[in-house]
Structures are given as C-alpha cells and as structure tokens.
C-alpha cells in the first residue's frame, strides 16, 4: 500500500470532478485542504497553468470548464478509483522505453505499485527487441511496476490475462470489439492496435520483480507511420470513428490493470479467464503457422489450455501445444 499523500491540486480536481457540472464553494475547498482560501486560490491557478479553467462564480464556488486534452498527470490521478489510488503514476514527456524506465525504477528500490507513462518513446519495443514506433503523442505507452509474491511458472497466463482484460476496456470505450491474437497483439481485423510486453527478473524460484508495458495506439493518426506500418496498424479512434478522450481512457486502463493484477495474484481469475479468452480469441478456428526459430508447425488454432499454451491441430488431428513462438495468419483452405 503507498503512504503518499495526495497534493492540494488533486484534492482539489477530485472534488470538482465529483460536483460536475455543479459548484463546489472556495471555503469547501479550504476546509478540505486545511488551507486559506487564498491558498486555494493559488492551487487553482497552477492547474490553470496545466490546462484547466474554472467558472468562478460568488457565494458558489467554482466549476470546471475545460480539461487539458493532452495526457495530464493531475487529470489522470483524479479519474483513478480504488486501489489504483496507491499506484504511484510517472508521466514523462519523452523516455526511451517505459519499459526500461520501470524495470530502472524497480532497481532502486521504488515502491510499487506504479505506472511509469511516456507521451513518446525513442526506443520502444516489442517482442523479439522489434522497435515499437513510439515518437507520436495521442497514444498510450505505459508499463506497469509490481513484485509478486509468485513463482515463475505462475506467469505463464500473465500476459494473456492482462490481454484479455485490455481487450474488454477498449471495446467498452471505443465501442467496437478487438481481438488477441496469442499471445500479446490486440487487433481489429488483420491490423494491430495494441501490444503488451511483460518483462520478470527471477531470483532463483521466486520473482524479484516484473514489469508489464501496453502500448496502444490511441488517438495519433496511423498516417503519419512509416508505409509498411500504416497498413498493418488501426487505431482505437479509426476504429471508433472518434477521438477518444485520452486521459479517461489511461486512468480506466490503471484501474482495469491494477484490478487483473490483484485478481491474478489472488488466483480468482482462472474463475473467468477461460470465457473471456474465448471471446476475444482471434485465432480459434484459423489455419495459422507457429514459427519457432527454423522451425514452422501449421494447423489449425484451438485454444489455449490451462497453462496459456497455444493448441493447434495438425492435419493428423493431434493437438499439439506451444509455450513459445509467433503466430501467423494462413490463407483459409475455404
Ligand atoms: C509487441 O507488440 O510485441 C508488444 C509491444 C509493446 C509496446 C509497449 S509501449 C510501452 C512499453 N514500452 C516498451 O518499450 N514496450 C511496451
């Protein structure tokens, strides 16, 4: 659980977020803060200076009236509920792979959990150390801190949980229904959206630390990437047909990641993993190719089994399991 204290400025943005559209009176404020009103007055205006503007009216109080359309950390920590209260959150304006950042802050001991966001990486990156095209702002690059008390083989379901539930928050706020393509690519159609890179150091038996990273492509127009990108890559406004509201979609995706994390932790989230794999599964059913190194085994995708495996079934009919590889999709016989 984290000890820090709130800052005046987030008391402040809860309290005018909780009475929205409405008021809320300057001495409400101060007495909330234990300050003057002209110290919250002095509040107010270093959030003026990040974006916001109020509506100051006499014997009322103030009310919101505009938010700052870009990431804002304030923003974000107001719209978090619950336990995603105790996630410390790092918004920087450029780093080169939040990855590298949480796995640095992990090293020296911070405390977790914690959400390290960049509005740009110059180094982002994939699975097999493929370079995530990170330079445009609009989109989400953030990796997560945790030190579970779990052992390694535990983690073999993390990714596709975290997968899964990334999944369900998107089609709820950009309303049109991704898939996962096992087992860390979040898709609509043929074309990327999303990906989740989860990153453990293992002492021994036990796992020291981990870090999982989710890059989503958000509000940054897809033409704007390199050619061969563009036509493989959406966004979830394309998708949407609409901007999407960035700073309540990153503060919904620390709820929902601290949230599966608990419930992974817990071990309750085998109660609904099955089904909800099953829905967003993009797979079952398709003629793919698992690549492992040299190798290449095809057929045909029927799930996963309790361990997050990969099944396929040969053309022999026997079902064969993977924990490793990358998938392709093949040209359907029918
Ligand atoms: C993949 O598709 O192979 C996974 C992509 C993961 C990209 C995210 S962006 C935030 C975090 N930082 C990184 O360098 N990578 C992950």
Redesign the pocket.
């Known amino acids: 659980m984290s000890s820090h204290s709130p800052s005046s400025e987030l008391v402040i943005l809860r309290e005018l977020l909780a009475h929205d559209p409405g008021f809320v009176s300057g001495s409400k404020l101060a007495d909330k803060l234990g300050v003057s009103r002209v110290a919250v007055w002095q509040h107010m205006e270093k959030l003026r200076a990040q974006g916001f503007a109020f509506h100051a009216v006499r014997a009322r109080g103030y009310r919101l009236t505009r938010r700052p359309a870009g990431l804002n950390a304030t923003f974000v920590e107001a719209l978090l509920h619950g336990r995603a209260q105790d996630c410390q959150l790092v918004l920087l304006d450029e780093i080169?792979?939040?990855?590298?950042e949480a796995s640095r802050q992990l090293g020296s001991g911070r405390e977790v959990p914690f959400v390290v966001i960049?509005r740009r990486?110059t180094?982002?990156?994939?699975?097999?150390g493929?370079t995530?095209h990170?330079d445009k702002v609009g989109n989400?690059?953030?990796?997560f801190g945790f030190r579970p008390l779990l052992s390694p083989e535990r983690m073999q379901t993390f990714t596709l949980w975290m997968g899964v539930n990334v999944c369900e928050l998107v089609s709820t706020f950009s309303k049109s229904v991704p898939g996962l393509k096992w087992p860390?690519?979040l898709l609509f159609g043929g074309r990327?959206a999303?990906?989740?890179?989860t990153e453990a150091r293992i002492d021994s038996d036990q796992i020291r630390d981990l870090v999982f990273?989710?890059?989503?492509n958000v509000n940054a127009a897809s033409d704007s990437w390199p050619a061969e990108i563009g036509r493989r890559a959406t966004t979830l406004a394309e998708e949407a047909q609409a901007p999407l509201d960035l700073n309540r979609f990153t503060a919904a995706l620390i709820d929902r990641v601290l949230a599966a994390y608990d419930q992974f932790v817990a071990g309750t989230y085998r109660e609904n993993f099955a089904d909800l794999w099953h829905r967003f599964d993009l797979l079952r059913g398709k003629n793919v190719a698992v690549l492992q190194g040299a190798c290449r085994f095809a057929g045909t995708a029927a799930g996963i089994d309790d361990e997050g495996s990969l099944l396929l079934r040969d053309d022999g009919g026997r079902l064969q399991r993977f924990r490793a590889g990358e998938v392709t999709l093949e040209k359907n016989a029918s």
Not at 140 to 143: F, N, R, T, V
Not at 194 to 197: A, C, E, K, R
């Open positions: 080169d792979s939040t990855n590298d960049a990486q180094r982002g990156r994939g699975r097999f493929r995530w990170s989400i690059y953030a990796s860390n690519d990327k999303g990906g989740m890179l990273g989710v890059g989503l």
